[in-house]
């Protein structure tokens, strides 16, 4: 008799109090991990994926002003492109100041790539990153619509280190420099 109503006390506490707890901490534990936590990294990519975007745009403002030293001829074609080459080369933004920008041309030559100076004035049309996307092909498509810019996604060395590769968000902008 007794040892039946230590089975049913159990049996009690288990059907009452252990398997709710549990299923109310595996309910939380699944929104964390499927709601809360995606969400989270949504918002965090966004808000680079912002940044980016108005980090790239100041340059190519930056680019606008050397076209207009090009224009009201206070400064030769040749030497504004070489002194806005010079400024975009040496500007480092990011925790740890090493998150850079490059600059291609519409006809696939990579111009100025402050990390990767063994791709400077080669064509890059077929280029690929380790997953087979042709960066140049990418590069386009991001800014083949009205705005004139656009997010490209790839894989890429991180920053200075060419042995470690990480996927890449990057914002991709037309800017005209003496380009007509």
């Keep these: 008799m007794a040892s039946s109503r ?6 009690a506490i288990l059907t009452h109090t252990i398997i709710p707890a549990g299923l109310t901490i595996a309910i ?14 949504q918002s965090l990519m966004d808000a680079k994926r ?23 001829g206070s400064l030769p ?14 500007l480092r933004y990011g925790p740890d100041r090493k998150s850079y920008f ?5 006809n ?4 100025m790539h402050p990390y990767r100076s063994d791709l400077e004035n080669e064509d890059i049309t077929d280029l690929t990153d380790p997953m087979g996307r042709r960066l140049f092909d990418e590069f386009s498509r ?7 810019g656009g997010f490209a996604e790839y ?13 890449k968000v990057s914002y991709i902008r037309f800017s005209s420099l003496g380009a007509g």
């Excluded at 939380?28 to 990294?41: D, K, M, N, R, Y």
């Excluded at 606008?64 to 009201?72: A, F, G, K, P, S």
């Excluded at 991001?142 to 004139?148: F, K």
Aim: include cysteine; charge should be negative.
């Design 6 to 11: 230590k089975s049913s006390l159990w049996r």
């Design 28 to 41: 939380l534990i699944g929104a964390v991990v499927f709601l809360i936590v995606p969400t989270f990294e």
């Design 50 to 72: 912002e940044t980016v975007m108005e980090l790239t745009n100041s340059v190519c403002a930056g680019l606008n002003e050397y076209q207009r030293h090009v224009e009201d």
């Design 77 to 90: 074609l040749e030497q504004a492109q070489r002194e806005a080459m010079g400024h975009i080369r040496a």
């Design 102 to 106: 490059w600059v291609n041309d519409v």
């Design 108 to 111: 696939a030559v990579m111009l």
């Design 142 to 148: 991001a800014v083949d619509n009205e705005s004139g």
């Design 155 to 167: 894989l890429w060395q991180w920053q200075d280190d060419p042995g470690r590769v990480v996927p």
